[in-house]
Each structure stands twice: as C-alpha cells, then as structure tokens.
C-alpha cells in the first residue's frame, strides 16, 4: 500500500475533500502532529507522498518555534530527491524555505476570504493548474505572510494582492499558498480556530466569509476535486526520474 505522510500543524487545518480523494487511491494515510512527534523517527525519504499543511505560525520565528528549523531541513532532503511533496498556505511557505527562498510579512495585508486566482508564467508547464482559474471560481485564501519564488521554480498562479499563489519544483514537488483542500462544511471549525485573528483583521468579516463559502463553495469543491485527480495523476509514478526542468542543486545552495 502506498503512503501518505501529512504534517499537520494544527487540528482543525487537515486534509479536507483530499482524505476521500487519496483513500480512492490507495494510500495509508497518516498524520504526524508538528511540535509533537519527531523529526528524528521518520526518514524523509521513505513515505510515497508528503503533504504539509497549514496554521497559525511564520516559518521565520524561529526563536519562537525551533521545531521549524528542524521541519524545513526534513523537507529539504525529500525535496533535493524531488519526491512528491505538496505544501499549502504555510505548508508552501516551508517548502520555500527549504529551497532558500526568503519568507516575510505580506506588505498588502492578509488575504483572508474567497479570491480569484489568476494564470502564472509557467502555468502551461502544469496544467493542472487550469483548473482552479476561471472567471466564476473563487479559491480560498488565509495568510498573511509570502514568499519569494525559489530559484529553479516555475510559477503557477497569481491573486490580485500577492503573486507567489503556487509553484512547482522539479517532477514532483507543488507549493499553493491558498487552500483547494478546504472542506466547505468546516468553515465553522476554521473560524472558531481563527476567532483571535479574525477579531484583530481590519476587513474581514465572519458572516461574510459564511455567506462566500455558501455561494463559491459548490463551484469551488467540484474545481478542486478536478485539480486534485489531475495533480494526483501527474505524480502516480514516483519512481521515474525527474525532468530536466528540476534546479541544478548548486542554484539552490547547499
């Protein structure tokens, strides 16, 4: 059976409409709680697919968090293997990371709500991707940091405040800032989770996120479901080599 290992930074930020999604495949899927279990029990190279999640925290606090610096070089050596990895919102953010890409504070604002994605350069690289633009699709957004697009990267999609929505590295390896994985019939879960940020972000009102989620939520879970079989597709062989396309390692350092 193939493997699914998901790293999970908080309880309520979990795989959504994707758990059904691999289960069809065939993947075991298990969760590893960041913070808590340990880097040092589990290889990075040994679970068929990897999915970092998101939360609350920034990959550049450090000090407060010291587990990041840990998280970032496991996802590192999986990643210089170019095996199938997939990073959303702070998941993506740690992948960026890995690749020394900076990580920082968005200057416009959080983007939080229901947004249009707009095609990045490299998108027809990725096909894929297609399928979550579109005039009447809106995809969900929850952040407040960015991050710079790593050498080696292609670039997959836009917003209107933030360019870095997605990227691809090497075969194997996607990073999406916003989060095609949402359950719509969680929204509660998620702003009862982010009751404290909610309450301290200028603009960004509760009952409308509800409202959004009620009127984009069916054209955006039948977009995703289509994104998520046609990624899910383009990684099923894990063991072919990767494409040219993937970074000379000396572009990314050390």
Same mark, same amino acid.
């Given at each position: 059976?193939?493997?699914?290992?998901?790293?999970?930074?908080?309880?309520?930020?979990?795989?959504?409409?994707?758990?059904?999604?691999?289960?069809?495949?065939?993947?075991?899927?298990?969760?590893?709680?960041?913070?808590?279990?340990?880097?040092?029990?589990?290889?990075?190279?040994?679970?068929?697919?990897?999915?970092?999640?998101?939360?609350?925290?920034?990959?550049?606090?450090?000090?407060?968090?010291?587990?990041?610096?840990?998280?970032?070089?496991?996802?590192?050596?999986?990643?210089?293997?170019?095996? %199938?990895?997939?990073?959303?919102?702070?998941?993506?953010?740690?992948?960026?990371?890995?690749?020394?890409?900076?990580?920082? %504070?968005?200057?416009?604002?959080?983007?939080?709500?229901?947004?249009?994605?707009?095609?990045?350069?490299?998108?027809?690289?990725?096909?894929?991707?297609?399928?979550?633009?579109?005039?009447?699709?809106?995809?969900?957004?929850?952040?407040?940091?960015?991050?710079?697009?790593?050498?080696?990267?292609?670039?997959?999609?836009?917003?209107?405040?933030?360019?870095?929505?997605?990227?691809?590295?090497?075969?194997?390896?996607?990073?999406?800032?916003?989060?095609? @994985?949402?359950?719509?019939?969680?929204?509660?879960?998620?702003?009862?989770?982010?009751?404290?940020?909610?309450?301290?972000?200028?603009?960004?009102?509760?009952?409308?996120?509800?409202?959004?989620? @009620?009127?984009?939520?069916?054209?955006? @879970?039948?977009?995703?479901?289509?994104?998520?079989?046609?990624?899910?597709?383009?990684?099923?062989?894990?063991?072919?080599?990767?494409?040219?396309?993937?970074?000379?390692?000396?572009?990314?350092?050390?």
């Amino acid at each position: 059976m193939k493997t699914a290992l998901v790293l999970r930074h908080v309880s309520f930020e979990d795989l959504g409409q994707l758990a059904p999604l691999l289960s069809q495949r065939g993947f075991d899927v298990s969760y590893f709680d960041v913070g808590v279990a340990s880097f040092a029990t589990t290889s990075p190279l040994n679970p068929d697919l990897v999915i970092v999640l998101g939360g609350p925290v920034s990959v550049y606090d450090i000090k407060t968090y010291p587990y990041m610096n840990t998280e970032v070089a496991w996802l590192r050596a999986r990643m210089l293997e170019d095996l %199938p990895t997939l990073g959303i919102c702070l998941g993506a953010q740690l992948m960026a990371a890995a690749l020394h890409a900076r990580v920082y %504070p968005g200057t416009a604002g959080k983007e939080i709500g229901w947004e249009h994605l707009s095609a990045g350069e490299d998108m027809d690289d990725r096909p894929y991707i297609r399928k979550l633009i579109g005039a009447e699709l809106r995809m969900l957004h929850w952040h407040g940091d960015t991050f710079d697009l790593p050498k080696g990267a292609k670039h997959l999609a836009a917003s209107s405040r933030y360019r870095n929505q997605a990227f691809a590295w090497g075969r194997n390896c996607l990073a999406l800032q916003f989060h095609p @994985e949402f359950d719509i019939r969680m929204i509660e879960r998620w702003l009862i989770g982010h009751a404290h940020e909610l309450a301290h972000t200028q603009d960004v009102d509760p009952a409308r996120l509800r409202a959004d989620t @009620e009127q984009f939520g069916p054209g955006f @879970e039948d977009a995703s479901a289509a994104f998520w079989t046609a990624w899910l597709n383009s990684i099923q062989e894990k063991s072919q080599p990767a494409l040219q396309s993937r970074a000379p390692l000396a572009a990314i350092g050390s």
